[in-house]
């Protein structure tokens, strides 16, 4: 069965949010990637000087639970505010869960991101439910 995460989203914040919770939990990131790692999407605008070293994405285990991130800038996402600046993240165990439990939570509500391979070897999706809650759908492909 899938694994669900809490994601948050900040107005610009993420790193300085994430060493405070490292400095609380301690660990390390099991990720950390940058807007200026980004490369050029089709139909995306480029991303602002201002903003290549905002957090694109980070993740860090906290006991058994994890805790992700994003900055959330003009042009890649809604604005941040809070209250809505969080997310159900699923970890999906096959591409068929993925697309199963995309498809079957996201019915009645809008897609806005539909789900697809991404350049960070992920099949990946993001949705708002029927009730307004934030949802992403992710399964890691396998490295080989």
């Known amino acids: 069965m899938a694994t669900l995460h809490i994601y948050l989203n900040f ?18 990131f099991g990720y950390i990637g940058r807007f200026g790692e ?14 290549k070293n905002k957090v694109m994405h980070v993740s860090m285990d906290v006991n058994n639970m994890r805790l992700l ?6 042009g890649f996402g809604p604005p941040t505010i809070f ?3 969080f997310a159900v993240s699923i970890d999906a165990k096959s591409k068929d869960e993925a697309d199963q439990l995309f ?3 996201s019915a009645g509500g809008q897609i806005t991101m539909p ?7 992920a099949y990946f999706g ?6 307004g809650i934030n949802w992403m759908v992710n399964f890691d492909h396998p490295v080989a």
């Open 83 to 85: 209250g809505n600046n």
């Open 38 to 51: 980004v490369p050029p999407m089709e139909g995306q605008p480029p991303v602002p000087d201002e903003h």
């Open 11 to 28: 107005p610009g914040t993420c790193g300085d949010a994430f060493n405070f919770y490292k400095s609380v939990f301690g660990g390390e």
């Open 69 to 74: 991130g994003s900055d959330v800038i003009e």
């Open 126 to 131: 993001m949705f708002t439910d029927k009730f």
């Open 103 to 105: 498809q079957a939570l």
């Open 115 to 121: 789900i697809q391979d991404t350049f960070w070897n």
